[in-house]
């Protein structure tokens, strides 16, 4: 199995900048595209951001400019840096690997983390 530890989550004023990380641990044999969703308090789940295990990257237009998806491999860590935080990115943050492991059945498979709070203050 995978387990997902998100980070980084927070409380900060509008117009601030915050960093989430997600690392990856397990029996990992690959990851493949790792990413986040994001939902707010009565809404559904929002992609925001996907980075392949070549580097790279799609991100979703409400975002787009303002946040920087990447990755380091050698840890199995992924990394949100959102920029010029606005209230209505007020959400829960939640990310996501394909990947495969040591255990059967040999294919990939996707896992989620836990989700980390952001809170963004006008």
């Known amino acids: 199995q995978v387990q997902l530890v998100e980070s980084g989550g927070g409380l900060v004023q509008a117009g601030g900048s915050l960093r989430l990380s997600c690392a990856a641990s397990?029996?990992?044999?690959?990851?493949?595209?790792m990413g986040w969703y994001r939902q707010a308090p009565g809404k559904s789940r929002e992609w925001v951001a996907t980075i392949t295990s070549g580097g790279s990257t799609n991100t979703a237009d409400s975002v787009k400019g303002r946040i920087t998806i990447s990755r380091d491999n050698a840890k199995n860590t992924v990394f949100l840096q959102i920029n010029s935080l606005k209230p209505e990115d007020t959400a829960v943050y939640y990310c996501?690997?394909?990947?495969?492991?040591?255990?059967?059945?040999?294919?990939?498979?996707?896992?989620w983390g836990q989700g980390t709070q952001v809170t963004v203050s006008s």
């Open positions: 996501y690997v394909s990947g495969t492991t040591y255990e059967q059945p040999y294919r990939s498979k996707d896992y």
């Open positions: 397990g029996s990992i044999f690959s990851l493949n595209n």
